[in-house]
């Protein structure tokens, strides 16, 4: 008699329910031609590591495949020494995107080697998450052409009613939310062996049925079930990737952002350079976090963040590498976990939050200051900083708007030199009705003449004194103004909030 876990199994080979993905033709005839590497990616937990195997034990029948695992740190001299172990015979190495990065440059090079000597007694087989393929071109640029890509995307709904309906006939019953399994599972075969196994257990299906059974079932229960069991082992997971290394309540959660894009991607990755395209107003925080390492860093201080989110910094490709956290996140209310996780807002109505002005000789301040603000999650317009993409462009089409109004305040550096210098002058312009509108923070320099800022003076700033240590100055000007931030955004949300139950009240009395 089978049982319940042997049919609709949460891990290992299916026994009962193996349905062939839709690269499953492609992958055999790129594993039977010898000694061509091949490389399987995509999501995870949608048959890559199934069918590679079901396709080398078929091939080879009684011959042994030499598994490993980039997960697994006592396989990693094993791989290394594969080059001097040949003929290998069949060797699957799943997971290559865990391995690092010298054990890939050495199986670049020996899949090279293989496939220009059309190798017949040894065959590598790479199995990885989205670009992966490219992640391995990119330790040796010329395997283009050596190496066979099978890109596994996320199953249709065809293929995944038919693994349901192999289970309802294994265990001879009739599930009457297949319907909303198939939604639910968003493509991934290991999500529908789970949704199934939870609708038998509540169902009190634990066997195989001896006649037909039909079960009785709402998906709002079973889901929440599901989701139930999964926040005890994922919303921590969750809440570590998203506060980053510290938690900035006046910063723009660079963090946060990441985990709710990729929750929204439909091959559960993200590739974070589009992203930063596509959410123009989030690209100097993301950036920051992704160009000087700390999103990689963050990573690699919590092995229990590696077990469900990898970022391959070559490719800039963020991945989730557990379907259950996959669906964690797709039914997560962002609005109460941001709130769980410390956050007073996420929601912000400008590209920056400061943007600096200031006369070249007076360049260490702002680079002081830009760096203190960035490091808490902060965004800060520096010029430094977008040199890339000022490039080529028309500087004053592109510095105006940041000025009119894309910088929540403008900080002018009000040193001596400020008045004399071209662009603090055409910056000014920009600026300079701003200042009734409490978006101008003046910081004046103690050495500068007296009177030379007169006109500023009745706003509120904050002097640098010139005469004190510059990091300690810097220190205590930053504090300020993380603390004005914080404040402007708890303000921000505190209007939103009234604004959304003001027109209900007004049309009430409308109504009245």
């Known amino acids: 008699m089978k049982r319940l876990e042997e049919v609709f199994k949460r891990s290992g080979p299916p026994t009962y329910t193996f ?7 492609a992958l055999l005839v790129s594993i039977r031609t010898p000694g061509r590497g091949t490389v399987v990616e995509g999501p995870s937990g949608i048959g890559k590591t199934t069918s590679a195997v079901r396709i080398i034990s ?12 980039g997960r697994d740190p006592n396989h990693y ?6 080059p001097e172990m040949q003929p290998l015979g069949t060797v699957l190495i799943d997971d290559f995107h865990r391995l690092p ?3 890939k440059h050495i199986l670049a090079d020996l899949i090279k080697l293989l496939a220009d000597r059309e190798d017949q007694q040894s065959k590598l087989v790479i199995v990885g998450i ?10 040796a640029s010329d395997l ?3 190496i066979d890509t099978i890109s596994f995307e996320t199953n249709p709904e065809e293929k995944v009613e038919q693994l349901i309906k192999l289970g309802e006939e294994a265990l001879n019953v009739q599930i009457n939310i297949r319907a909303d399994i198939v939604q639910e599972s968003e493509g991934s075969f290991q999500l529908t062996q789970m949704l199934c196994q939870e609708c038998c257990i509540e169902a009190g299906i634990l066997v195989e049925e001896e006649a037909i059974r039909n079960t009785t079932l709402s998906m709002e229960v079973i889901r929440e079930r599901v989701l139930n069991e999964l926040s005890k082992t994922f919303f921590h997971k969750a809440k570590l990737f998203a506060t980053g290394p510290r938690l900035r309540k006046e910063g723009r959660a660079p963090y946060f952002y990441l985990l709710r894009w990729l929750a929204e991607g439909k091959e559960w990755t993200l590739n974070v350079s589009d992203a930063m395209r596509k959410y123009p107003q989030h690209r100097a925080s993301v950036g920051q976090i992704v160009d000087k390492g700390y999103l990689a860093d ?7 963040l590696q077990d469900v989110i990898h970022y391959d910094e070559s490719t800039q490709e963020l991945s989730v590498e557990d379907p259950k956290f996959f669906y964690y996140l797709k039914n997560l209310l962002w609005s109460k976990f941001c709130e769980r996780v410390g956050y007073s807002s996420i929601e912000f109505d400008s590209r920056y939050d400061y943007a600096l002005s200031f006369a070249g000789a007076d360049r260490g301040v702002a680079e002081g200051l830009f760096a203190y603000l960035s490091d808490r999650e902060i965004s800060v317009f520096y010029d430094l900083n977008e040199q890339h993409r000022i490039l080529g462009a028309n500087v004053q089409d592109y510095l105006q708007p940041i000025y009119k109004s894309e910088a929540t305040f403008v900080l002018p550096l009000l040193g001596s030199a400020y008045p004399q210098r071209v662009w603090a002058k055409f910056e000014s312009e920009q600026f300079k009705d701003r200042f009734g509108q409490h978006a101008v923070v003046p910081i004046w320099f103690s050495d500068a003449p007296p009177g030379m800022f007169d006109e500023t003076a009745k706003y509120g700033g904050v002097m640098l004194d010139k005469t004190k240590p510059l990091q300690d100055e810097i220190e205590r000007i930053g504090a300020l103004l993380c603390q004005k931030i914080k404040e402007h955004k708890e303000s921000q949300k505190a209007y939103e909030a009234a604004q959304q139950e003001s027109p209900h009240g007004h049309q009430l009395a409308v109504l009245v």
């Open 101 to 103: 990065d010298p054990i």
């Open 298 to 304: 963050h990573l690699a201080k919590n092995p229990e």
């Open 77 to 82: 001299d094993l791989i290394a020494a594969l």
């Open 58 to 69: 078929e091939i080879g029948k009684d011959a042994k495949i030499l598994e490993l695992s």
């Open 130 to 139: 989205n670009k992966a393929g490219q992640s391995l071109i990119n330790y």
């Open 144 to 146: 283009t052409g050596r």
């Open 19 to 25: 349905v062939e993905p839709t690269e499953y033709k």
